[in-house]
């Protein structure tokens, strides 16, 4: 935290104790000890570096204007508020509560496109001008910041989702002056004047801030909720302020429909140059009373574990987002987190109780009024519900996905019970996980590469033998099973094969039976195998003197069809020849002459060699 930062907290403290009830003496001693050491800190100069957070959307890709309005479930390319709807049993709703989105900087063109969004999916106009849309700095101010294109992309998104999920919300967009300290004053500012308030950023838990948190994340009856972040298991480094134990963190899911039923599994697209749901065990972040009473998060993760919630977050079975006059299929973490928001939002009927009990104690309180993830993982832990989904909380998707919003709300709200998603599958058979490994990433054509998995249940934690494994290779198709082994005594497969192309695999176990019980489908994350071209003998013939010829000659490269490039050079100046042959000239006399020769090949990694001669001579 840097001086201004301290500076800015001392602020909002005594903002804080101007409010302190009266005879409440004890906290007003504590805010004061408080008060003295950051007084301290500031006079010293013994402060921590400056928190600097980034905004958790991902752009896939661009989509046409046209058709953009068709849901998926007609065969649309993206979901639309309609899909959103079916898929999470979302409810109509009158409510006009306000919801509260924090961002850094500025989007000028936050309203335009708000209207381009809601009018595209006939959804009421939301406006300054109605009252609907209010838009200020980050201490409330009409003096809004500058632009940033990565930060108006995250708050075009965040406003869109609000409004796909409870169109008649009002949305209070706070922006604050930077992505450090101004976000945390912007989160004191939205906490002020909203009960719902969505966070779509993060920075990684670091040692120089293990106490540097949030403290308007601790009011009471707020709800905050918190994108849980896009890199995957966080290991010993999960994402703040998603870890903070008050709020509720988001993490996020692949959304697939099918056979008119819609289902979540764990947001993984790593191994694909793509994201993957946050989640973790907090290194510093205490574990609150809601999970300490859960034994399973206990016996593995002594802090604050994510995640609490999970929705929707994979850009490629994503939302339809409009944003810098252009539409495309969005997601993130940061989809999701605007979207629970607007979901207590409905919930609560905009009348959230100043109560001690946190939002995401709520829903600790019905895990079964979500709808468990139960396939996928995120990334690779000693402790498989840190990572890897299953029956029942897991920290890739917590306790699962909405299912209408009877697990959100305060007590006394909403109706305890409410009627179930035809979405919600029948109690499933026993669940696995399958794991992967593979000798490496990067072969050279023609070389052997070995993939390695293993089979667990996830009920008994024991690995699964007897069964058989299929290895899949993504095809334009979907996945097509290549090669099936079945699971040795300790419950691994492996299998040897030489790819011509770059190719995305997967382990997949069909719905089985072992030892009598029966087990349902499970598939490893998805990881890529790269091939290089490779490389065989390149010579230079012919005499380096002026008048005579040099030509290339190539053996051994493989595979055949491989497109070459010439690049001819005297001295350090590129020539413009481009063929495999040169002749020389008596004004490069005493000039050294160098080939480059680059390989392409379509499916291959680009390779190249280069050759040198001698000083020519007359």
């Known amino acids: 935290m840097n001086r201004e930062a301290l500076e800015l907290m001392r602020a909002r403290i005594l903002t804080i104790v101007s ?29 921590a570096p400056a928190r600097h957070y980034e905004p958790l959307s991902i752009r896939a890709k661009r989509l046409p204007a046209t058709g953009v309005a068709t849901p998926v479930m007609d065969g649309g390319r993206a979901l639309t508020p309609s899909d959103l709807k079916a898929a999470y049993a979302i409810p ?24 381009t969004y809601r009018s595209t999916f006939g959804l009421p ?41 409870c169109p008649s919300c009002h949305i209070l967009l706070v922006e604050a002056a930077d992505d ?59 994402g703040y302020p998603a870890t903070d134990p008050n709020v509720v963190a988001v993490g996020g899911t692949s959304l697939t429909y099918a056979g008119g039923r819609w289902t979540d599994s764990v947001w993984n697209e790593l191994e694909v140059d793509g994201g993957a749901t946050g989640s973790g065990c907090s290194r510093h972040e205490a574990q609150p009373v809601w999970q300490s009473s859960v034994a399973a998060i206990t016996a593995v993760c002594g802090k604050r574990l994510d995640n609490d919630l999970a929705i ?49 104690q709520v829903a600790y309180q019905h895990p079964d009024a979500f709808r468990d993830v139960s396939s996928g993982a995120d990334g690779y832990c000693s402790s498989t519900l840190i990572c890897t989904a299953g029956t029942g909380y897991d920290g890739p998707s917590g306790l699962g996905v909405p299912d209408g919003v009877a697990g959100l709300s305060a007590p006394g709200t909403v109706p305890a019970t409410q009627p179930q998603s035809p979405n919600r599958p029948p109690a499933p ?36 033998t007897g069964v058989s494994v299929q290895l899949q290779a993504r095809a334009a198709s979907g996945w097509r099973t290549i090669r099936t082994v079945r699971a040795s005594g300790s419950g691994t497969v492996r299998a040897a094969l030489k790819p011509t192309r770059g190719t995305t695999y997967r382990w997949y176990l069909p719905a089985s039976s072992a030892a009598g019980v029966r087990h349902a489908a499970a598939a490893s994350a998805a990881f890529g195998v790269k091939v290089k071209i490779a490389k065989g003998r390149t010579r230079l013939v012919g005499k380096v003197r002026a008048g005579h010829r040099l030509r290339v000659t190539m053996s051994g490269w493989g595979p055949h069809g491989v497109r070459y490039r010439f690049a001819w050079y005297v001295g350090s100046k590129r020539l413009a020849a481009g063929g495999r042959g040169l002749t020389l000239r008596k004004a ?24 040198r001669t001698r000083s020519v001579r007359n």
């Open 19 to 47: 409010g302190v009830v009266r005879g409440r003496w004890c906290v007003l001693l504590s805010v004061l000890v408080l008060l003295g050491s950051l007084s301290a800190a500031v006079a010293t100069g013994r402060t």
């Open 92 to 115: 109509d709703s009158t409510v006009s509560t306000t919801v509260a989105v924090v961002d850094a900087f500025g989007d000028s063109a936050v309203e335009s496109n708000l209207a």
């Open 125 to 165: 106009a939301c406006t300054r001008a109605t009252g609907c849309l209010t838009v200020v700095n980050g201490t409330g101010g009409t003096n809004l910041p500058r632009d940033d294109d990565g930060w108006a992309a995250e708050t075009d998104l965040d406003v869109q989702m609000i409004s796909a999920v």
């Open 180 to 238: 450090g300290a101004g976000l945390d004053s912007a989160v004191a500012y939205a906490a002020t004047h909203a009960d719902y308030v969505s966070l779509s950023w993060g920075a990684p838990e670091s040692s120089d801030y293990p106490n540097d948190v949030i403290p308007e994340l601790a009011t009471p009856g707020k709800v905050f909720s918190v994108a849980a972040g896009d890199e995957g298991y966080g290991g010993d480094s999960p």
């Open 312 to 360: 929707v977050g994979d850009p490629e079975t994503g939302v339809a987002n409009y944003t810098d006059g252009t539409w495309y299929l969005a997601g993130g973490t940061s989809a999701g987190a605007p979207m629970i928001a607007a979901l207590y939002a409905i919930a609560d009927k905009g009348m959230r109780p100043s109560s001690t009990v946190g939002a995401a």
């Open 429 to 464: 058979p026993r669940t696995s996980a399958v794991a992967y490994s593979r000798s490496a990433s990067t072969i050279t054509y023609g070389r052997s590469v070995t993939f390695g998995g293993a089979v667990t249940d996830l009920a008994s934690h024991a690995r699964l």
């Open 588 to 611: 490069w006399r005493g000039k050294r002459i160098t080939v480059r020769v680059t390989a392409r090949a379509a499916g291959l990694q680009t390779v190249s060699t280069q050759i």
